[in-house]
């Protein structure tokens, strides 16, 4: 099945985007999802500690997760499953900290594409306090962020090319933030381990 990115067009068309959807379709990830739905839980909640094992915590920018539900609720609802909850709370510590639950869909049920994730405020605090201080973020933030914290474009460029990424201008028309995202999914496994501890 081909994933149809409607207003995730952007982010679909990046390697990570790519890459997102290739992982989401694979086997064990379909069993996770509706073994979820069995169980009357959001398909995605399962996902999350393999998505950031695969991708790393660059996987937790809102837009990325959001286009994650958009791309579950494609493939669960080629699945005949339908939305019965959007918004439902995620209590355990996940990369989710919200999503849609699905039902199997009866003959009377019509799509139901209204469904959003909401993330708190305190929810994001919570989750970055997590994961924002792992080996290879503080490795890349040394490199990238202006002594005031902000993120610097043109450095995280050079240490993209340093690294051998291709172009990382190339992704200059998304919002810095998914820029971090996806050029820090690309380097993640061209840091070696010792050069993260050193």
């Not at 971090?180 to 050193?198: C, Q, T, Y």
Request: charged share 30%; with cysteine; net charge neutral.
């Amino acid at each position: 099945m081909d994933y149809d990115p409607q207003n995730f067009r952007d982010l679909y068309e990046t390697p990570v985007g790519q890459e997102l959807w290739r992982f989401l379709n694979e086997p064990d990830n379909i069993i996770r999802m509706e073994t979820a739905i069995y169980l009357e839980r959001a398909p995605v909640e399962p996902l999350g500690p393999g998505l950031v094992a695969h991708f790393g915590e660059e996987i937790s920018d809102d837009r990325c997760k959001q286009m994650i539900g958009h791309m579950v609720r494609q493939i669960v609802g080629t699945r005949g499953y339908t939305v019965d909850r959007s918004g439902l709370r995620i209590t355990r510590l996940n990369l989710f900290t919200s999503g849609t639950r699905y039902k199997s869909r009866s003959p009377d049920d019509t799509p139901d594409d209204t469904g959003k994730m909401h993330i708190t405020r305190e929810q994001r605090e919570a989750w970055l306090r997590k994961t924002a201080d792992s080996p290879f973020n503080r490795w890349l933030n040394t490199r990238v962020r202006n002594p005031d914290g902000s993120l610097n474009l043109d450095k995280l460029y050079d240490v993209a090319r340093e690294r051998g990424v291709p172009e990382p201008e190339r992704y200059g028309h998304l919002n810095p933030g998914q820029q971090r995202m996806i050029l820090g999914s690309m380097l993640r496994p061209k840091v070696p381990a010792d050069e993260l501890n050193s």
